[in-house]
Structures are given as structure tokens and as C-alpha cells.
């Protein structure tokens, strides 16, 4: 049965429906009666946060969050929502530059954009197993997650987390600011979020020069940089981007940034850096969680056409 955004669907009279998204509108919006329901199994061809923009893909009549008590693809494996890997599980970028060949080179502008247009013009968003696609995306991710925002093209950081459910993140850190001081201390909570708010609510992005636009950004930051990347919400993901050209001077280095390229046989995350004597102590790191690469946030758009199974309770 076709069902049109704002229209509702009943499991318990017609089990299948066929969604009809609204192409005039950003949102499309659909009611599930579940009345006399406990809990329900949805199965569908996508992921389901594929599709998020700004909201949770579930929410109960009062707008709260639902999360499912299991998401399963078709090949029987999890799905969590906003995909949190710890970093451990991902390959160095510089182990990975090696291998496609590629200098990870903050200048190189030109081979981020064309990577960029490989990645949208081979599907890669649809489907990012082949080497070229994974090449492109190495590149793209590992300049964007290494390299000073200004250095980065104006498409790539928009343009950059279309395609982080298709395709497998390296791991890097963010390179080291020559006079910046610390970062504030990643707390991997809603502060990056209510950061984000303060930012917008205090007309930072249009005068980021006080200290108040100044801490909040450093907050914003450090969460974006060192947490796993469902603890920020995705429109303060994208909101961190808008607001790193009115806070561009706004510089400080976050835990672990790298003092020189990295090179594939760096064995320890946290550079030495002389006068960051809180640092110094890299035994003092080793039991703590490794924060996820800036690649790992739901993207707005996917094709992995695979079968989801989510069983929810009400």
C-alpha cells in the first residue's frame, strides 16, 4: 500500500507499505498507529538513519526519541545508530596513504576536490567498495580531519559526510597549531550540543571575536574531535562547519594534535609537545576510550539496499 508523507500507517490492517516521499518538501513525515501495541518488528530496505536530516527517524506523538532494542542488517550484523566505532578498529590514515599512494599534504586542494567529484560521480555514497572509491574517500576524510578548516575546500567539508555511512574512515588526529593554546577537555556529553546553541543564540556566527563565542567553539570543537561521533547531534555536526569561517581565529589544539605529518609506523597517538605537560604522560591515556574519526556521522543520504529488521518497544 502507498502511503504519502502525513499519512498513517496501521501494522495491525495492512502489514506492508510503500513510502511516497513529499519532493517539494525537506521532511517527509509519516504517523504509525500503534495502539494496543507493546512493541513492533519494522523491516525495511534501508538503514533507517540513512535518512535523517535534523531529527530522530522514530519519535512518539510527544516528539521523544524511540530507539530500537535491536537493528540487524542482512547480514545479521548491528546497526547502531550514529555509528560509534572506537578508533582502535580503524586503520592509520598514514598506513593508508602509503598503501593508495597518496600524501596526506594540507595544500593539496586540488586533489581533495578531485576526490570529492570521484566520489559523487562513481556512486560512492551507494556503494564504496571499490579501490577507487575508497582511495577518494581516504583522501577526502584524512585532509578533512587533519588539516586547518581553512586549508580545507568550502565543497569537502559540505560535501563530506555523504558518504560516511558507505565508506570505512581512517584514523588520524588533528594537526598541532604553532602558539594555539589547549583545547578544553573532551567530556563526550550534550556540552558540544548546548555549545553549539550558545554559539548560534550569542550571534557568534556573525561576530565570533568574544571570549564567550570563543570557549563555547573550543567546547564544540574538542566534541567534535575527540568523541564518538553520535555525541553530537547532526545539525550541530554541520552547524560546527558554519561556524569555522566567522570563528577561523579561534585556534587551540586538541588532545593528541600532531606536531608533523604521521607517518604509518607512529605507534603513539599523543605527540610530546614539549610545554603541554598534562600531556606528557602518555601511560595515563592508554585505558581511555580512542575518540572516533570526524567520518563517522550519519549521512543524509545512503542506497545500501540491504533488509532491516527493527523491533522496537513502545
Known sequence: ????????????????????????????????????????????????????????????????????????GAEGHDHSHGHGHDKAEYEKCACAAEKFNFAIDCTARVAMLDSLALLKSAGCATDCSSDACEMAYLIVQSHHDYCPEDKVPDEVE??????????????????????APNCPAAKCDNSGNDA????????????????????????????????????????????????????????????????????CDDHDDHDDHGDHDDHDDHDDHDDKDPAESGAATAAITGAAAALIGVALVL
Do not use: W
Open 196 to 263: 553549539y546553541a550558545a554559539l548560534v543564540d550569542g550571534g557568534c556566527q556573525t561576530d565570533c571575536s568574544s571570549d564567550t563565542c570563543r570557549d563555547n567553539f573550543f567546547i564544540l570543537r574538542v566534541e567534535h574531535d575527540l568523541c564518538v561521533h553520535d555525541t553530537l547531534s547532526r545539525a550541530t555536526e554541520e552547524g560546527l562547519h558554519d561556524m569555522e569561517k566567522p570563528c577561523a581565529k579561534q585556534l587551540c589544539n586538541v588532545e593528541g594534535a600532531k606536531t608533523s605529518v604521521p607517518t
Open 1 to 72: 500500500v502507498d502511503v504519502t508523507s502525513g499519512e498513517t500507517m496501521d501494522p495491525s490492517v495492512k502489514p506492508c507499505y510503500t513510502l511516497i516521499f513529499d519532493q517539494s518538501s525537506d521532511d517527509s513525515k509519516y504517523i504509525i498507529n500503534t495502539e494496543g501495541l507493546t512493541g513492533f518488528v519494522a523491516f525495511a530496505q534501508h538503514v533507517p538513519i540513512e535518512f535523517e536530516r535534523d531529527m530522530h527517524y522514530l519519535q512518539d506523538s510527544a516528539g521523544t526519541d524511540i530507539e530500537p532494542v535491536l537493528q540487524e
Open 158 to 179: 559540505d560535501g563530506f559526510h555523504d558518504y560516511d555511512t558507505s565508506c570505512t574512515p581512517c584514523e588520524i588526529q588533528r594537526s598541532f597549531i604553532t602558539g
